[in-house]
C-alpha cells in the first residue's frame, strides 16, 4: 500500500514570496491533516480536513496561509506571503476517521525562508 | 490549553537495556495515545497506539497507559543503536478532534 505522498521534498524561497506545497493521502483514507515541525519540537496541526471538508483550523495563521482539497483526495497548502518564522518542515498526514484513528505521515517538506 | 509533556532528554542507554520513555498529558478527557519514532531528517512514524488502561505489547515496544495519573510510557526492550531516535507521544483529547505532540525525547542507545 502507497503511503502519504508530498511534493516538493525541499524548498528554498526569500521571504514576501509565496509557496505551494502538495499531498496525496493513502487511498481511502478520509481524513487529511497538515502540520507544520519546527526544529525541536512537535509538529503543530495547522489545518485538518474529513474528505473536503475543514474540521479545525483553529491554527492556521489565515492571513497568509491557504490550504484546500477540492475533491476530498489530494490537497495543497500555500503560504504567501512567507516570513522567516515559516522556516519549518510542513508535515501532511491521513487517516481512516477524524477522531482517534492513527494517522500516518508523508516525508514533508523542509521549507527555508531567507 | 491541552497540554502534553515529554523529558526532552536525551536519554542515553547502553545496547540491550531497556528505555523507558514517559509522557503526561493535561486533559482527564484523553482518549487516544499515541507513540511516533522521528529519526533526524525524517518524519514521524507511528509505533504503538493505545486507548485503554494497562500495557500493549508489540514485539520489543510496550506501551503503558495509567488514565487516572494521566501518563503514557514507552519501553524499549533490548535497545538497539537503530532506537536512537526521537519519540513522539500524541495525545487525542476527547473534547477535540486533533492529536497534541509532545516535543519529544530523544533517545540514545550506545554500542
Known amino acids: 500500500e502507497a503511503g502519504v505522498a508530498q511534493s516538493p521534498r525541499y524548498k528554498i524561497i526569500e521571504k514576501r514570496q509565496s509557496v505551494a506545497f502538495w499531498c496525496n493521502p493513502i487511498?481511502?483514507?478520509?481524513?487529511l491533516y497538515w502540520y507544520q515541525q519546527i526544529l525541536g519540537q512537535g509538529p503543530k496541526l495547522l489545518i485538518q480536513?474529513?474528505?473536503?471538508?475543514?474540521?479545525?483550523d483553529s491554527q492556521l495563521p489565515k492571513d497568509r496561509f491557504s490550504a484546500e482539497r477540492l475533491k476530498g483526495v489530494d490537497s495543497t497548502l500555500k503560504i504567501q506571503p512567507a516570513k522567516l518564522e515559516d522556516s519549518a518542515v510542513y508535515l501532511c498526514?491521513?487517516?481512516?476517521?477524524?477522531?482517534?484513528?492513527?494517522?500516518?505521515f508523508g516525508p514533508g517538506t523542509r521549507l527555508t525562508v531567507t | 490549553q491541552k497540554e502534553v509533556e515529554q523529558n526532552s532528554g536525551p536519554l542515553s542507554v547502553p545496547e540491550g537495556a531497556i528505555a523507558s520513555l514517559n509522557c503526561t498529558y493535561s486533559d482527564r478527557v484523553s482518549q487516544s495515545f499515541f507513540w511516533y519514532r522521528q529519526y533526524s531528517g525524517k518524519s514521524p512514524e507511528l509505533i504503538m497506539s493505545i486507548y485503554s488502561n494497562g500495557d500493549k505489547e508489540d514485539g520489543r515496544f510496550t506501551a503503558q497507559l495509567n488514565k487516572a495519573s494521566q501518563y503514557v510510557s514507552l519501553l524499549i526492550r533490548d535497545s538497539q543503536p537503530s532506537d536512537s531516535a526521537t519519540y513522539l507521544c500524541a495525545v487525542n483529547h476527547g473534547s477535540a478532534r486533533q492529536l497534541t505532540f509532545g516535543s519529544g525525547t530523544q533517545l540514545t542507545v550506545l554500542p
Open positions: 480536513f474529513q474528505n473536503n471538508g475543514v474540521v479545525d
Open positions: 487511498s481511502g483514507h478520509a481524513t
Open positions: 498526514a491521513s487517516s481512516l476517521g477524524v477522531s482517534g484513528y492513527e494517522q500516518y
